[in-house]
């Protein structure tokens, strides 16, 4: 029942943020500065906010279980596949930031790409939301 509660929860979210992209897109944000920070500041940052996000343990609590074997230690497993989850989840991370910087350029970003970006990223949240809800629990 609790799974069924965080699910729906997190699904209507996905939902209202997509939303919420979609419907603010028509404003343009000011453009901002990007103070540069060297790679190591940037790696300790987010290894912080991974660190300290409950959805991270949730996810790899609810998620690698399912993976291990029950014959063997279970802590180098665990270890084992949490390090490949975090490896692949780094990679996309990396190729959405490549395609981002060539999609917006090196200065401010332009009224019309900002927008398409802002609507196409708020209706992969709606669908995330939408494919959430419906995804049938395997018992």
Do not use: H, W
């Not at 665990?78 to 991370?93: A, E, H, M, P």
């Amino acid at each position: 029942m609790a799974f069924m509660v965080v699910k729906y929860l997190g699904a209507a979210y996905l939902v209202y943020l997509g939303v919420k992209m979609i419907l603010s897109s028509g404003e343009a944000s000011a453009p901002f500065a990007v103070r540069r920070a060297g790679p190591a500041k940037a790696f300790r940052d987010g290894v912080i906010v991974e660190t300290l996000n409950v959805k991270t343990a949730m996810f790899f609590l609810a998620f690698i279980p399912q993976f291990v074997s029950a014959q063997q230690a279970m802590a180098p497993q665990f270890i084992l596949l949490g390090s490949i989850c975090v490896l692949l989840n780094s990679t996309v991370d990396l190729v959405a930031i490549f395609a981002a910087s060539r999609i917006v350029g090196s200065g401010a970003a332009k009224a019309a790409r900002e927008r398409l970006l802002s609507r196409l990223s708020g209706a992969t949240m709606m669908t995330l939301g939408v494919i959430v809800a419906i995804a049938n629990r395997e018992a």
